[in-house]
Structure formats: structure tokens, C-alpha cells
């Protein structure tokens, strides 16, 4: 799925933006999204880049910790259009949950896939050639994660899916990575608060990245 000359830009929330350092990108970080964080996005760049070092291939995340499916449209413009990414990574969902258990100001699953597709649909008209890499949200059964938590992410995964199926994008099922992980050791281990991934997560995910696009060149 990659090819030479990609401009890859990853989104998402606090996963995606694993505290990636927005005043080199000029604090807002528009410009610039070098500062790739310390997360999957970073790991399945860093691979990427350094098997493909002649390809030309650019790498951006501007991923905002916090941020639901409406937060990211409303910066969709600024963060995505005027850059002009020929791949958009987005991984989004476990926020409209989190919100809602905790402060009921998440959003509500029928918004959820109207707001994503309308995302979808409104960047494939303004970006004809763009392909999308749809990452299923996730969580894991311990830290903050509560009775209702995997069913409410669960519906929210099976929006992700419909919605790669729909728009021909390559789907990345975190969820079952993270499900299979547990047989290995406990949930903790993969990311103890059961949503922000601990470094070994993390590397679980660009792993499950890089393997669902295919990196490598294609010979």
C-alpha cells in the first residue's frame, strides 16, 4: 500500500499523540508533525523509513490527546486537507467512550459512525487519490476500564470496519492484537491504566500496523 513518495499522516487521540512534543512542531504543531511521539506511530514510522530509505516517504502525526471523533472533524481541515497526505491513519473511538462513563459527554454510537463517515466521505472528495489505514479502537479489562466499557468500544469497532469496508481503506484490528496478547501475560502488562498502551503495547501496534498496509516495497 505504500508507495514512494507517500505522505503518511497518523490521527487520532492521546494514543496516536503518545506525547509526542507539539512546540518543535510550533506548538500547535500544523506545520510541522515531525515530532513523532513515542508511540506506534513513531515505532511503525521508524521501521518504515528505515527499510525504505530512498522512497521518499514522509511521515507526519497529529494526533491530540483527548480528542473524540467530533473533535478530530472539527480540526479536519487545518489538519488534514491543507496538508494534502496522500495516506491518513485514523484511530479514534475509545475517548467517545471514556467521556461518556466518565463525565457523559462522550458520543453516542449513531453520531459516532455519521460523523466518521461524513470524515471520510468529505476527505476522499477534497483528496480524490487518498487512501485510509482505519484502526479499531480498544481497551484492555483493567486500570480505568469498567463494567459496559468492551461492549460500547465494541460497537464502535464494528462501525470502524463497515466503514474500511465501505471506503476501501486498510483495516487494523487492534483489538484482537490486544485480546491475543492477553493469553501471554496479563492485561497490565500491555497498558495498565486498560487504555494508553505501555511501551510493549505500543510496539504490539506497529507491529499490527506495518503488517496490515505491507511496508514493504512491492518488487
Known amino acids: 500500500m505504500i508507495i514512494p513518495g507517500d505522505r503518511i499522516l497518523f490521527q487520532g487521540d492521546s494514543i496516536t499523540d503518545a506525547s ?9 504543531g500544523v506545520e510541522g508533525g515531525q515530532h513523532l511521539g513515542s508511540g506506534y506511530a513513531m515505532l511503525a514510522a521508524a521501521r518504515l523509513l528505515a527499510d525504505r530509505p530512498g522512497d521518499r516517504i514522509e ?10 471523533v467530533v473533535d478530530l472533524a472539527a480540526r479536519w481541515q487545518e489538519h488534514c486537507w491543507n496538508l494534502k497526505p496522500t495516506v491518513v491513519s485514523i484511530m479514534i473511538g ?17 453520531r ?8 471520510l466521505a468529505d476527505t476522499r472528495a477534497r483528496l ?3 487512501r485510509f489505514v482505519l484502526c479499531e479502537p480498544f481497551v484492555l479489562p483493567c486500570g480505568v476500564v469498567g463494567p459496559g466499557w468492551r461492549e460500547d468500544v465494541d460497537a464502535r469497532r464494528a462501525v470502524v470496519k463497515t466503514l474500511a469496508g465501505e471506503f476501501a481503506a486498510v483495516f487494523v484490528p487492534f483489538q484482537a492484537v ?3 496478547a492477553c493469553t501471554r501475560a ?5 497498558g495498565a491504566d486498560g487504555v494508553h498502551p ?5 510496539q504490539l501496534m506497529a507491529d499490527a500496523w506495518l503488517a496490515a498496509v505491507g511496508h514493504h516495497r512491492e518488487r
Do not use: M
Not at 509526542?20 to 500547535?28: L, V
Not at 475509545?94 to 449513531?110: I, K, L, P
Not at 496479563?186 to 500491555?190: L, S, T
Open 178 to 180: 490486544f485480546d491475543a
Open 112 to 119: 459516532f459512525e455519521r460523523t466518521y463517515r461524513h470524515l
Open 186 to 190: 496479563p492485561a497490565e502488562y500491555w
Open 59 to 68: 511521515v507526519r502525526n497529529l494526533g491530540i490527546s483527548g480528542n473524540r
Open 198 to 202: 505501555s511501551p510493549a503495547g505500543h
Open 20 to 28: 509526542r512534543d507539539k512546540a518543535k512542531d510550533g506548538g500547535s
Open 94 to 110: 475509545v475517548n467517545d467512550t471514556w467521556h461518556q462513563f466518565q463525565r457523559e459527554a462522550g458520543v453516542d454510537h449513531a
Open 128 to 130: 480524490p487519490g487518498v
